[in-house]
């Protein structure tokens, strides 16, 4: 499935009480895959022909911070970090990812998607404010260092 159709990405357990993602799409639907978040993302990327840790690099550059920062695949489409769940154990995944095109509505544990499907999560809006503050930089970061390599492209 294509990184324009879905919406957010959601860490649970399954029945096995193993980590897994839950995707939801634009037209309302979901599917599970067996994986984490971060191993989802990472296939995501890879089949883009995208280094996650590139990525993830030139993010934390930009941004001044390595934990928890919006993951940026082009200058529209740009993955916010929320906390779902509280960790079980130590480096248990309990964040998810929203995109950012979306949201429409922002409140204290609460998140409207343009979809009109609500997320219950446990990020206050402060931090969800703010990484939509860093979500814009790093859309202008990410058109700036673009142009650099337009000259590639151009016939």
């Known amino acids: 499935m294509l990184y324009l159709h879905f919406v957010a990405l959601i860490p649970f357990y399954d029945e096995r009480g193993q980590n897994s993602t839950c995707v939801l799409f634009k037209d309302g639907s979901k599917e599970y895959f067996s994986c ?4 989802y993302i990472t ?3 890879y089949q883009l022909h995208l280094d996650p840790r590139a990525i993830r690099f030139w993010t934390s550059q930009v941004l001044g911070a390595k934990l928890n ?6 200058e529209t489409h740009i993955l916010l970090p929320v906390k779902f ?17 979306f949201i429409q509505t922002l409140e204290d544990y609460c998140l ?4 009109g499907q609500t997320l219950a999560h446990l990020s206050t809006k402060s931090y969800l404010l703010k990484k939509q ?3 814009a930089f790093l859309s202008y970061a990410y ?3 673009k142009k650099q390599y337009e000259f590639m492209w151009k016939d």
């Open 36 to 39: 984490s978040i971060k191993a």
């Open 43 to 45: 296939k995501l990327l």
């Open 69 to 74: 920062t919006p993951l940026i695949i082009d």
């Open 85 to 101: 769940r509280k960790p079980v154990t130590k480096q248990d995944g309990c964040f998810g990812y929203v995109n950012n095109v």
């Open 112 to 115: 409207t998607l343009s979809t």
């Open 133 to 135: 503050k860093d979500a």
């Open 143 to 145: 058109t700036d260092y």
